[in-house]
């Protein structure tokens, strides 16, 4: 790669009418993975006994991601749980505070179910 291409990242072409190669790192560095992905959607499941699950799945990640993330959420409710079949299972019902911790870690979440 000549030292031209590497000022410019390789970029071919832009459609951004204020594009200068000099800003071109810093668009880049801009960008989120994790707000790409559709939103997670954090349920309520009720069980026999009169127990209660907070049930997180829509998650699109790696493997790794997806079990730091319920590791995570364990952590910060103080409960236990799983990560099975691609959804986090936290025991209780934690839905105002997973929504919130997952906000704060950058993914987008809501509510669903009833």
Same mark, same amino acid.
């Given at each position: 790669?000549?030292? /031209?291409? /590497?000022? /410019?990242?390789g970029l071919v072409y832009s459609t951004n009418?204020?594009?200068?190669?000099?800003?071109?790192?810093?668009?880049?560095?801009?960008?989120?993975?994790?707000?790409?992905?559709?939103?997670?959607? +954090?349920?309520?499941? &009720?069980?026999?006994?009169? /127990?209660? +699950?907070?049930? #997180?799945?829509?998650?699109?990640?790696?493997?790794?991601?997806?079990?730091?993330?319920?590791?995570?959420?364990?952590?910060?409710?103080?409960?236990?749980?799983? +990560?099975?079949? &691609?959804?986090?299972?936290?025991?209780?019902?934690? &839905?105002?505070? #997973?929504?919130?911790?997952?906000?704060?870690?950058?993914?987008?979440?809501?509510?669903?179910?009833?």
């Amino acid at each position: 790669m000549s030292k /031209k291409d /590497k000022s /410019k990242g390789g970029l071919v072409y832009s459609t951004n009418p204020n594009f200068t190669p000099d800003n071109f790192e810093e668009e880049e560095d801009e960008i989120n993975l994790k707000t790409g992905q559709p939103p997670l959607k +954090v349920y309520l499941d &009720r069980l026999g006994g009169g /127990k209660s +699950v907070s049930r #997180i799945n829509g998650f699109t990640g790696k493997t790794g991601d997806i079990e730091t993330l319920g590791k995570l959420l364990k952590q910060k409710c103080g409960v236990g749980g799983t +990560v099975k079949d &691609r959804e986090i299972l936290i025991q209780g019902d934690h &839905r105002d505070k #997973i929504i919130l911790l997952l906000l704060k870690e950058g993914y987008k979440a809501k509510k669903a179910g009833g």
